[in-house]
């Protein structure tokens, strides 16, 4: 089925909505214009059922390797017109033939995110054990080793055309006395300085952090002020990378949000969502208005920096299915990505920063609430129809029976690399 045919059957209704939204802000084409050029990157490791250490239920037609994994996104970018751009993960995704992989991409539109390593596992005929950490281990072979990988992880980017390497270590310790802060810490920077050195000149490093697991008692790179501690010290081309689950509970993530992009050094962000620790749940399905609140400071702050909205930052999706069927999953968390920055768009910002001045704390409040409840579903769809896109993607997806198709190609036990 054609998507040009499926929009038909819901252009009437779709047309209703769209010009009702139009009616209420005189901002309509300068927000589709935006809406249009924004684009989210897609985790290569998302693409397969996962994200549980207790059972793996893979529903079939999972991609079996990486260039099945670019087709899984150039459908949903053709659907949505806002997924140009993976996020591989090395070596779970390693592109046997770079220019063949880098050609596949950009036939689908799809061009090559942040590039991440990987030194939270060992590897089949990996030399030595990241079993007590990579870059803060006590033994600098292992220390080296881990920095050489981030190297490789760097050459395999080039070869893409990436820009961007994230660097998320689970280095830390399980119990009091395990490790020397100071010196886990000093080990680290030392590692991540040489990384540093092997960034191409018009590259940026991403230092995620994470608070817990897999160690529960110190984590390394362990919050935003850790983070920002080793970027500010490797230099202008190392930044904080945010991951909305790595937080510890009730944390005011759009407050970190608004002092990275303040102190220039917000990187990008691993979108997801979760009730309890690092659930990696689809985007906007728990906290829908804390992550209107983190798009409000991102809009504020990066219009206040006169930064690009769709170029300045790298806007990633990291999260797992064990539930759902992984495409529908990630169609879900960008169309909430979509509404959320959509909704961010429409904020009366003059009348919020005069409530401020005022200490109209009732106004305020009301200002950022007539957005966040907003409809906003037919501006985004309007600008996916306007690319090319589905006006229903989720919609398309089952009237078009692509899951089965992808069954029917790929078998039904296939299990795609990733978490
Ligand atoms: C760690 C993390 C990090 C990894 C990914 C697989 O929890 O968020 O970004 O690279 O998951
Ligand atoms: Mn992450
Ligand atoms: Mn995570």
Known sequence: ?????????????????????????????????????FQVAIPSWALGTGGTRFGRFPAGGEPRNLEEKIEDIGLLHKLNQSSGAISLHIPWDIPSNPANIRALA???????????????????????SYKFGSLQHVNKAIRQQAIDHNIEVIKHGIELGSDSLTVWLSDGSCFPGQLNFRQAFQHTL????????????????????????????????????????????????????????????????????????????LGGFHFNDSKYGDDDLTVGSI????????????????????????????????????????????????EAIMLTYAQALLVD?????????????????????????????????????RAGGSLNPLGYFRAAKVRAQLIKKRGLKTVATGL
């Not at 040009?4 to 909505?17: D, G, I, K, V």
């Not at 090559?112 to 060992?122: G, I, L, P, Y």
């Not at 990633?316 to 539930?323: E, K, T, W, Y």
């Not at 005069?354 to 009301?366: G, I, K, R």
């Open 1 to 37: 089925m054609e998507i040009a045919q499926h929009n038909e059957s819901l252009l009437a209704a779709h047309q209703r909505a769209f010009n009702y939204i139009a009616g209420e802000t005189d901002q309509t084409e300068a927000i589709l214009n935006k809406l249009a050029a």
């Open 106 to 128: 950009a036939e689908h539109g799809i061009r090559f995110d942040a590039m991440n390593s990987n030194t939270f596992q060992d590897q089949p005929g990996q030399a030595l």
């Open 190 to 265: 030392e590692g991540l300085q040489e990384i540093y050195k092997a960034l191409p000149d018009n590259w940026k490093v991403f230092v995620e952090y994470k608070a817990f697991e897999p160690n529960f008692y110190s984590t390394t790179v362990g919050d935003w002020g850790q983070s920002l501690l080793y970027a500010g010290k490797l230099g202008p081309k190392a930044y904080t990378l945010v991951d909305l689950g790595h937080h510890l509970p009730n944390a005011n993530i759009e407050q970190i949000v608004a002092l990275l992009l303040m102190e220039g050094k």
């Open 287 to 334: 906290k829908p208005y804390q992550l209107f609140l983190i798009f409000n400071e991102l809009v504020e702050g990066m219009d206040a920096r006169g930064m690009n909205h769709a170029k300045d930052l790298g806007w990633m999706i990291d999260a797992s299915h064990n539930v759902k069927d992984p495409l529908e999953d990630l169609l879900q968390s960008v």
């Open 349 to 385: 910002r003059k009348k919020l920063a005069a409530a401020q001045l005022n200490n109209d704390v009732v106004t305020a409040q009301e200002v950022l609430q007539q957005a966040f409840r907003t409809d906003v579903r037919a501006l985004v769809a309007e600008a996916r129809l």
